[in-house]
């Protein structure tokens, strides 16, 4: 979807079969450097998030990534959706100490927004992380897609290529 807008995005997951963008898989083991890396609904399935996290930044230096943080007191098993029991794939849960905590055991700044969050090595001017939330909130998503020029033309171009079919 995000090669779609327009960012160029490539998929890794050990665990899954890539079923979107084929042709468009990473190989870590390859030491490839990237701006950034996303991990949206990931990091309630990692088994050793410290790990994992170490992993991540043999790759980028900037972990953007979601999760929910879970509530204070604890809730008790029937009390809390997220530990979502039906399909037993949610095994790790963080409150915001712990995300701290791991933050700081990377050397690395831990900011913040709802259940979105960004662990990095560069610092982030506050006034500008509020303003893009804000921004969030009012279309800022709509605005970058409209400047942006899909990939899925080119993509598509290039697969033929690669496959021989041109």
């Known amino acids: 979807m995000m090669r779609d807008v327009g960012f160029d995005f490539y998929w890794y997951d050990p665990y899954c079969e890539n079923l979107f963008s084929p042709g468009f898989e990473i190989n870590i083991k390859n030491g490839n450097q990237f701006e950034l890396i996303t991990a949206f609904e990931v990091f309630e399935h990692l088994i050793d998030p410290v790990d994992e996290i170490k992993k991540m930044l043999q790759i980028s230096n900037i972990i953007i990534f979601s999760t929910e943080i879970l509530p204070k007191p604890v809730p008790k098993p029937d009390d809390w959706w997220y530990y979502a029991f ?17 933050a700081d055991k990377f050397d690395l700044n831990l900011y913040t927004s709802d259940n979105l969050f960004i662990m990095t090595k560069r610092s982030l001017s506050a006034t ?7 921004l969030c909130k009012y279309g800022l998503f709509l605005y970058v897609k409209k400047r942006m020029q899909s990939k899925i033309w080119g993509d598509h171009l290039l697969l033929k290529k690669r496959e021989g079919m041109q």
Not at 86 to 102: A, D, K, V
Not at 128 to 134: A, D, G, R
């Open 86 to 102: 039906e399909h037993g794939q949610h095994i790790s849960f963080y409150s915001l100490r712990t995300l701290n905590i791991l």
């Open 128 to 134: 500008k992380f509020k303003l893009i939330k804000k």
